[in-house]
């Protein structure tokens, strides 16, 4: 067990609207107190500016989804790290599966966002998984080794400031959780490439998501390796994410 705190980090997707995020945050904000755990909320970048506003003096660290693998210039629709950073960006998701699958992102393109953010001091959630085939295939450890790999490479002694998230894609979105023991399973593989590569690799956070839910996330947070959640659709109901946000304080090292 790691004596770090534990992260739950909402990915709300392209979801909410000015009235839908002030309602879900006030939410978040009446039940969620001085939490032993961290939490973020990835929003929308149109939505960065609002939620930066309602979270301030609150335990909620604001994340944004993505971020451009350049430092500026002629990217139209991109967002570069310093911009996010502009509005208080504690975090941003690196790899989410659906940029890899809708969006053709490589492994060097999400080791350079990676770069980006680092370099920009915002966190990067640096998301791996495997679909449902390469499991079947037996490849699962292979994919995520090699998903790993790459932001490792490119980001040298900086890899201890990463947050890595395991999101087997069959379970994104599905409703299919990994059992826990499948979680820890791959996890205890990434923690051990991360120790391979860095004195520091205790420090760094190994988030499980896909399908965490309120009835879940307590056993899934109780795996040796499993240092918090990336959770999605469950992020969106303000009663269900403080479930998971309580189950992670238990589970408090
Ligand atoms: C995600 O989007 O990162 C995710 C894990 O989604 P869900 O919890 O809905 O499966």
């Known amino acids: 067990m790691t004596e770090k705190k534990k992260l739950i980090a909402g990915n709300w997707k392209m979801n909410g609207s000015l009235q839908a995020n002030a309602a879900l945050l006030q939410g978040l904000r009446d039940g969620i107190g001085q939490p032993a755990c961290n939490v973020a909320v990835a929003v929308p970048a149109p939505y960065l500016a609002q939620v930066q506003a309602l979270v301030a003096g609150s335990a909620i ?9 350049h430092e500026a210039g002629a990217f139209t629709g991109e967002s570069s790290a310093a911009m996010l950073r ?5 975090y941003v998701l690196v790899g989410h599966s659906e940029r890899r699958q809708y969006h053709g992102e490589s492994d060097a393109v999400v080791a350079a966002k990676a770069k980006q953010a680092l370099a920009a001091g915002i966190t990067p959630i640096v998301c791996v998984g495997e679909t449902l085939e390469q499991r079947e295939a037996g490849q699962t450890e292979a994919v995520v080794k090699r998903q790993l790999a790459a932001v490792i490479q490119a980001n040298g002694h900086c890899i201890s400031e990463i947050v890595v998230a395991y999101e087997p894609v069959w379970a994104i979105g599905t409703g299919r959780t990994a059992t826990p023991e499948q979680a820890q399973a791959v996890h205890a593989v990434l923690r051990a490439q991360l ?3 860095t004195a520091q690799a205790g420090r760094i956070a190994l988030l499980y998501g896909g399908s965490m839910n309120a009835a879940n996330a307590a056993q899934l947070l109780a795996q040796p390796d499993i240092d918090g959640g990336l959770v999605g659709g469950a992020s969106l109901k303000a009663a269900d994410f403080l479930q998971i946000i309580a189950a992670a304080q238990s589970n408090q090292a």
């Open 61 to 69: 660290a604001l994340a944004a989804q993505d971020v451009s693998q």
């Open 86 to 90: 502009d509005f208080g960006t504690r």
């Open 195 to 197: 120790a391979a590569a």
